[in-house]
């Protein structure tokens, strides 16, 4: 394989998880029956311009399906993540009536319907029917296709270039990232800001956050990378922000390249650190692996031992993320007899894989948990609160855990 930014030839790995199927691909009872598809999970290092990919072998079509079920409005604390940077960003730009705002990946319409109740007018474009559906019900204008040059063309044609586009947790989603640097270029005005969020590739190898790699991500940026794509389509990075999301993401703002804005001190700081770091050297990648073997071995030990003394575990949170961890270390229902999720949209359905059953949380009870798995380690604050309040678990000594970066047991 070639990189899918530079062109270059790919032979350094970061680290191989064998076989999976897609993580979001949730199956029915009858999907049961039938064969179910797996592909390699490989993810390479190019040493050239430093991009962290995937190695390809599906397409973003096979992957975002009709009824795609991550649903973003299920999190409570990424929609207030949505209306604390929606406030923000509507001040700082002054936008009004006369804008334009334009959302790449706009979901269910967690983030779009703060715009639209600032009067602020506004699109989306979502691949997948049944998210973009449920924003159109919000009052949400949504195209229904995915985003690329073809499209942006489209828009430019009709006068709808944008004053900010908005693309979060999208970038690492996209197999062709040149064409979609050069789409956002297209579509954005003059004098126009683009912000985009993904998970920090520093976050990842540092924390050992292995369990976010799924065939969905095509990508894996560090700051250097991300600024790299987007400089060869004629965009330039003048502010980045560190964020919390997703286990440690950053937000970085775009511009034209000829837009009189200069950089921050926030770019050249975090360009600094992770030069550094290392993301230059292949060396910096060479020990993952290792790392994350050992944090699977004592993973399964732990679900292994708990069998062996007859303690129940059960899981919460039927992330794509859960599903690379219990695929990776061949986790099946003897071990995890239910996984609890919030989403009317995976209730009912199985995990891709394990196969193990998606359960409304208020079945926790009936398993008599000793132990509940969080599998989005990245929200277990949400999800122990929510689970506290909202249930009544009928055993005193029902414990929480995590399994990334490591083994975390608490109350």
């Known amino acids: 394989m070639r990189c899918r930014h530079c062109g270059a030839q790919l032979s350094h790995t970061l680290i191989d998880l064998s076989f999976a199927p897609p993580s979001n691909a949730y199956l029915t009872e009858e999907d049961l029956s039938a064969p179910?598809?797996?592909y390699p999970l490989r993810v390479l290092v190019c040493d050239s311009c430093w991009l962290v990919q995937t190695e390809d072998f599906s397409t973003a079509a096979e992957l975002f399906c009709p009824d795609y079920s991550y649903f973003s409005s299920t999190s409570s604390s990424y929609v207030r993540h949505a209306e604390k940077y929606s406030e923000a960003i509507i001040?700082?730009?002054?936008?009004?009536?006369t804008s334009f705002v334009l959302e790449i990946g706009s979901n269910d319409g967690y983030l779009l319907k703060n715009f639209i109740r600032a009067g602020i007018p506004c699109l989306g474009i979502e691949p997948t029917k049944s998210t973009a559906t449920a924003a159109q019900n919000l009052g949400i204008n949504v195209i229904?296709?995915?985003?690329?040059?073809?499209?942006?063309k489209r828009l430019n044609r009709q006068g709808q270039k944008a004053d900010l586009i908005i693309a979060n947790n999208v970038f690492a989603h996209v197999p062709e990232v040149g064409n979609f640097a050069e789409a956002l270029k297209i579509v954005l005005n003059d004098r126009g800001t683009i912000t985009l969020e993904f998970p920090h590739l520093l976050e990842l190898i540092q924390n050992k956050q292995f369990d976010t790699i799924y065939h969905e991500h095509f990508s894996y940026f560090s700051f250097h990378s991300a600024q790299a794509i987007l400089a060869s389509r004629g965009l330039r990075v003048f502010d980045v922000e560190k964020l919390e999301t997703h286990g440690g993401s950053l937000r970085v703002f775009a511009c034209h390249d000829n837009d009189p804005r200069a950089p921050t001190q926030r770019v050249l700081k975090l360009l600094d650190s992770e030069n550094k770091f290392g993301v230059t050297d292949i060396k910096t990648y060479r020990n993952f692996s290792n790392d994350i073997l050992d944090l699977k071995l004592k993973?399964?030990?732990?679900?292994?031992?708990?069998?062996i003394n007859k303690k129940s575990v059960v899981g919460y949170g039927a992330a794509a993320k859960g599903n690379t961890l219990l695929n990776s270390v061949g986790v099946k229902g003897d071990l995890l007899p239910a996984v609890f999720d919030a989403a009317e949209s995976k209730q009912g359905k199985f995990l891709p894989g394990s196969h193990i059953p998606i359960l409304h949380p208020k079945?926790?009870?009936?398993?008599?948990?000793d132990y509940i798995l969080i599998l989005p380690w990245n929200i277990k604050e949400e999800v122990v609160t929510a689970v506290k309040q909202n249930l009544d678990l009928g055993i005193k000594g029902t414990r929480f855990l995590v399994a990334v970066p490591d083994i975390q047991i608490f109350d």
């Open 36 to 38: 179910e598809i797996y």
């Open 91 to 97: 001040s700082d730009l002054k936008l009004s009536e």
């Open 144 to 152: 229904q296709e995915f985003f690329g040059i073809k499209l942006a």
């Open 299 to 307: 993973f399964l030990e732990f679900l292994l031992r708990q069998k």
């Open 363 to 369: 079945f926790i009870p009936e398993f008599k948990p």
